[in-house]
């Protein structure tokens, strides 16, 4: 391939997904908007006219803010690559007086503040235009800068040890390098499921056993039933800044914990907390943790693979903005390799996009008749009632856009499908 052929290919591929993005999100404006003033019939004795407008307002708004954020990314984008972004980060830390290694480490450095102070308008929009106007904001702009500086420290503290160590491996490592800077990523992850509810998210929240009563009686019963071992029941205080709610499992093996939003126990009853929970559970017994894992690992070291043919590409960094400094068979940098593709992946993996979101919906529905089966379907159907109400979700997603994006079923057909569940027999419900 010659250089100006890819970079040909590479601006198509930006505009066809940019076009792509924005007729969808018009697509998702148009559907939702349309449906504003009323509410769907299955809903109808649930959800009132006021909080159904609500959720689509809610969605317009953040579908809006998507579209600005998608332009400004794109352009981003074509800066950095074809623009000569990445070359002029590598010519000015070319002259720094440092080792290679840390060169790199910088220009990557580089990338990762423009990238991110390019985001941060649209996260404190997000959070003090959108989320307050609809009710659900609590962070306080000072809580918002404080996690602005944790977020950073978080990802500095184990990313600079693991990038040091890829660019280590890629220098020094051989042609098979990537299978080498694959198993160190491996050992990072593991590293960090284990310190992510130990050590970073105590950092972000206060965790506290959950206190002593029905809800906690229900769930032991639950988790006893399932054969199931937590380490422990915990709620945090997501209320400290916002109010959405959630359930969640998180750490593995013997370190595993059940985390509860106090959001959500506010408001859900006993059966309720149950059935979400025993959803959540779902997803452990039916393995979609470990296969969605296995699958993680996998992508991951054929995307490696595809770095190290891509890094020996001359074309690869001419058409990306380095228009003399490619040698032929040889990587302009670890550092510029490893930024370069960084950049440019998403977009040609945009169209795999739709393919994983129909993986996990399918999971999602195999977690929903787990429920069903080790709890109550009904209180299961209530609570996400009540979620999508309390999160103002729509519940009239352009069947496209859903398609293209959601992790989740729309809640008509999650709903329905729980329904059809509710007759079936329950032969381990309490
Ligand atoms: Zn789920």
Known sequence: MTA???????????AATLAARLWLARRQIAHVTARRDRVPEAFAA???AAAHAK???YTVAKQRLGIVETLVDAALLVLFTVGGGVALLHAVTERIDVSSIWRDVLLLAGVAVVSGAVGLPFSWWQTFRIEERFGFNRTTLRLWLTDLVKGIAVGVVPGLPITLVALWLMLHAGALWWVWVWLAWMGFQVLLLVLFPTVIAPLFNKFSPMPDGAARQRIERLLARCDFAARGL????GSKRSGHGNAYFTGFGRARRVVFFDTLLARLDVDEVEAVLAHELGHFKLRHV???VAWSAALSLALLALLAFLANQPWFYAGLGFADAAVPGAMVRPGVALALF???LPVFTFVLGPLAALYSRKHEL???????QHASAAALTHALVKMYEDNASTLTPDPLHSAFYDSHPPAALRIARLA?????PQPQAA
């Open 4 to 14: 100006s052929a890819f970079s040909l290919l590479f601006v198509a591929a930006v």
């Open 46 to 48: 649930r959800i009132g």
């Open 55 to 57: 959720a689509a307002d």
């Open 234 to 237: 915990f709620v945090v205080d």
């Open 290 to 292: 470990g296969k969605r």
């Open 342 to 344: 960084m950049l440019v």
């Open 366 to 372: 195999e977690a929903d008749a787990f429920a069903a």
């Open 420 to 424: 059809s569940l509710a007759g079936a």
